[in-house]
């Protein structure tokens, strides 16, 4: 059964087409078996019949009636009428050279055996020339009687052009078949597509219901659903943003009060306490805004990594990087430049030497980021990407919210791809994410 599977194709289409030739394959092999095969056993064996009957009677002709005459006189008729060519050898032997009569062939079984039912004298037979003729050697007892005939007179060639013309009908019909799969196939493959180009924040924005009912049925729930999920995200974002920005009034208010009343030691906690929510608001909005929709751009990735880089060697530290050749992804650059700047800067934080590296795949792009700190607990790792979720000091500094890689997971996933955290080669953490091409 498993063999049976992995043979079967995997395609839709390839299913289609097989459920389609198989049954038209099978019932020709039947048709040619049960029908075809008997009704030229038959009509070869009556043919074959009916010329070794002919050649009984001038057999039975020549030893019933001496006079040369009359079996010259029916050698002739029969050489008009029937198209037989009959000579006899006095003496002779059957010539040396005959090839032995094929046991696969239809006609050399058939005139054998119409023969041993008609002829009682030996023969041998010669269904091979090249002039599309059959020779039949009969040897008598004073001469060696020679027979030629058309080989239409033993043999039905109707059977090949009806079969012939059976298997043209059905490779067209075949290919009528596939151009009707093809058309009926490519509204699923653009579902396909669609579905595929929104998991990735692609857009397929020339794509309607289009197709068999059931596939309009199903690109409708897809379109429902994919609206859904805007409208959710669309929403979350929006309360988010609001809140963080009526946040900020309150704290502006308050900055403003504290920074007119006197200096006292008391006054810079809360003042400290002030700068943190501030730097905690930032990161709210900075996640809300990486949630909002923005269009996937072409994007050339060493420019843009490249610009981080220049960025990161402005503050006086330095990241190692490298790329090999410039290539062009769909992005949301201000999205995915986020997260890219969340994680080199997770990295810097925590470790002294930082390495940028890209590698590309046949279908991906893999980025690594690389740290010498003190890394991450295995048993942590799944837990880092969850909003607002905290490590201890060790790991994170002071003013950390714990937004920076649920950020960078997030924009990594609206763009089709995959963030995973491992064991650097330099010691510390090593985040890579794989995008597709």
């Given amino acids: 059964m498993m063999m049976i599977k992995r043979l079967l194709p995997r395609s839709l289409f390839g299913r289609w087409l097989l459920l389609l030739v198989a049954p038209v394959v099978v019932l020709q092999a039947l048709l ?33 009636n001496r006079d040369p005459s009359v079996l010259a006189e029916l050698v002739h008729r029969m050489g008009q009428s029937l198209e037989i060519d009959i000579s006899f050898e006095p003496s002779a032997d059957f010539p040396a050279n005959i090839p032995t009569p094929r046991r696969y062939s239809i006609l050399d079984r058939m005139l054998i055996q119409a023969l041993s039912e008609r002829v009682w004298q ?45 298997g043209a009908a059905s490779i067209v019909l075949m290919g009528i078949a596939v151009l009707f ?19 990735k924040g692609r857009e397929i924005a020339d794509f309607r219901p289009t197709g068999a009912e059931e596939v309009r049925a199903a690109a409708r729930a897809f379109l429902a659903m994919r609206d859904r999920i805007r409208r959710h995200i669309r929403e979350r974002t929006d309360m988010l943003a609001g809140v963080s920005h009526d946040l900020r009034t309150p704290l502006t208010r308050m900055k403003l009060q504290l920074s007119l009343m006197p200096q006292d030691p008391e006054l810079d906690e809360l003042k400290r306490d002030i700068d943190e929510m501030e730097k905690m608001v930032g990161a709210y909005l900075a996640f809300a805004r990486g949630q909002s929709e923005q269009p996937a751009e072409p994007t050339d990735l060493a420019n843009l990594l490249n610009e981080l880089a220049d960025d990161v060697r402005r503050r006086g530290r330095e990241l190692q990087i490298e790329i090999g050749s410039s290539f062009t992804l769909p992005l949301r650059r201000l999205s995915f430049k986020r997260a890219m700047a969340n994680l ?15 590698i590309r795949h046949a279908n991906r792009v893999e980025i690594r980021i690389e740290d010498d700190g003190p890394g991450l607990p295995e048993k942590e790792r799944h837990k880092v990407f969850r909003p607002f979720y905290r490590l201890d000091q060790a790991r994170h500094g002071s003013g950390n919210v714990g937004l920076g890689l649920t950020i960078a997971r997030d924009a990594v996933l609206a763009h089709g791809g995959e963030i995973a955290l491992g064991e650097s080669p330099m010691g510390g953490l090593m985040v890579t994410i794989r995008l597709p091409i």
């Fill in 181 to 199: 799969l093809r058309n009926q196939i490519k509204p699923i493959r653009r579902l396909a597509e669609a579905a595929d180009a929104f998991g």
């Fill in 122 to 166: 030996p023969y041998m037979i010669d269904t091979q020339r090249n002039d599309r003729t059959v020779v039949i050697y009969v040897k008598l007892p004073d001469a060696l009687m020679t027979v030629v005939a058309p080989e239409n007179r033993i043999f039905s060639t109707s059977t090949y052009a009806f079969m012939a013309w059976m």
């Fill in 344 to 358: 080199i800067e997770n990295a810097l934080r925590f470790g002294r030497h930082v390495r940028l590296s890209v």
């Fill in 32 to 64: 040619t078996y049960v029908f075809y095969e008997r009704h030229w056993d038959a009509v070869t064996r009556r043919l074959g019949l009916g010329l070794a009957g002919e050649i009984a009677v001038v057999i039975s002709t020549r030893e019933d």
